[in-house]
């Protein structure tokens, strides 16, 4: 098992900036993908970052591309997503999820593990 814990959610402007952070502890894979995911109430869970932790390579969905980053810390076993010019639209519960692998997906019933979710809210 792989547990995920998310933190860094709050309250902000629009215009403003968040990090979140994804600590992972438990079991090791040779390859995986760290992603996060975001869901506002009444929508489907929607795919936002994903990185291959092994190889680096970094996928967006179109919705963030070029508004948020994400990045890993290796010693740490962290993925962060450093959200910059928050739009209100942005506003949801932010997971970060974990699948064995090297394949990028953008469903969320591929990923296996699931932190608790964190939420972001960003006012107008």
């Known amino acids: 098992q792989v547990q995920l814990v998310e933190s860094g959610g709050g309250l902000v402007q629009a215009g403003g900036s968040l990090r979140l952070s994804c600590a992972a502890s438990?079991?090791?894979?040779?390859?995986?993908?760290r992603g996060w995911f975001r869901q506002a109430p009444g929508k489907e869970r929607e795919f936002v970052a994903a990185?291959?932790?092994?190889?680096?390579?970094?996928y967006y969905g179109d919705s963030v591309k070029g508004r948020f980053a994400i990045s890993r810390d290796n010693a740490k076993n962290t993925v962060y997503l450093q959200m910059n010019s928050l739009k209100p639209e942005d506003t949801a519960v932010y997971y970060c999820?974990?699948?064995?692998?090297?394949?990028?997906?953008?469903?969320?019933?591929?990923?296996?593990?699931w932190g608790q979710g964190t939420q972001v809210t960003v006012s107008s």
């Open positions: 999820a974990a699948r064995g692998g090297s394949s990028y997906v953008i469903a969320p019933e591929e990923y296996d593990y």
């Open positions: 438990g079991r090791t894979f040779g390859s995986i993908i």
């Open positions: 990185i291959n932790w092994s190889r680096g390579n970094i």
